[in-house]
């Protein structure tokens, strides 16, 4: 099930929900805050890694000489 973040439109609070293919609000959940159905899906940002080595040293899974900075 993927999550995705909303914001309502009316009290502009942001919240994120589980949503399920077979749910039919999955377009317009309510509002946890004001229990509005004029909410929207917000944008969200992606994460990305980069595994490799640039620097030409021997790489480690932890540390600051690992892939993930």
């Known amino acids: ?6 914001q309502c439109s ?6 994120e929900k589980l949503i399920r293919f077979s749910d039919p609000n999955q ?4 509002c946890p805050t004001c229990q509005s159905n004029n909410t929207h899906k ?12 640039q620097s030409g040293a ?3 899974s932890c540390g ?5 900075r």
């Open 58 to 60: 021997a790489s480690s």
């Open 64 to 68: 600051t000489s690992g892939p993930f």
């Open 42 to 53: 917000k944008l969200s940002a992606i994460a990305a890694i980069h595994i490799g080595n």
């Open 27 to 30: 377009d317009t959940p309510g």
């Open 1 to 6: 099930m993927p999550i995705y973040e909303y």
């Open 10 to 15: 009316d009290c502009g609070d942001a919240f």
